[in-house]
């Protein structure tokens, strides 16, 4: 008997879903306006923002081939709940959720992965880091190359166990962050 996706555990999803990095393909960003237009229009009563980020949004870098999405939307739980179902309703898998974020994906299949695999993150407006560290990788070529080299050097240990991956690239992240924020003060 076939599995379900939902039925499979983490060990066995990891398994199935590898963490792959490939050349940077200029497509990524094609896929990532199509479907900012199609969630676009089917969030358009919740008047969202929506954001390419992730490093398939960063030229010239080697990246996991998923899309990541980022929707800004403010957070009255009867329309969450209702952005939840309507995401579902339309193929994508609710991974995680809390208070003030949702995690979706689309594009895994009990085959492995689709042509073209998004994950679809949900958060208050404001809340919007990635967007932070996808603009100053864009603007400063070394610390992109810094960040694939990073992930390349990872994932050998990591490919099995996407939680180690990720939280073994945060202290980047983090200090990629702080730079930014500062970079950004002005005194008066």
């Not at 066995?12 to 969630?39: G, M, R, S």
Request: glycine content about 4%; charged content about 25%.
């Amino acid at each position: 008997m076939v599995k379900r996706l939902e039925d499979m555990t983490l060990e066995e999803l990891w398994d199935l879903f590898p963490i792959t990095i490939t050349p940077h393909n200029p497509d990524w960003k094609l896929w990532a306006d199509e479907e900012i237009d199609n969630l676009s229009e089917l969030m358009s009563d919740y008047s969202p923002k929506i954001s390419h980020i992730g490093s398939t949004a960063i030229p010239d870098i080697q990246a996991k081939p998923i899309i990541d999405i980022l929707i800004e939307v403010s957070n009255n739980n009867s329309d969450w709940m209702t952005i939840k179902e309507l995401l579902i309703k339309h193929g994508y898998i609710c991974v995680s959720e809390s208070g003030n974020r949702m995690s979706f994906n689309k594009g895994y299949t009990i085959n492995g992965y689709a042509d073209r695999v998004f994950h679809v993150h949900i958060h208050l407006p404001g809340d919007n880091d990635e967007i932070l560290f996808r603009d100053y990788l864009i603007t400063n070529a070394n610390a992109a190359k810094e960040y694939e080299s990073l992930k390349l050097s990872l994932l050998p240990k990591y490919i099995n166990t996407r939680d180690g991956y990720t939280e073994a690239k945060s202290q980047f992240i983090q200090q990629i962050l702080h730079l930014t924020r500062n970079s950004c003060r002005f005194d008066v």
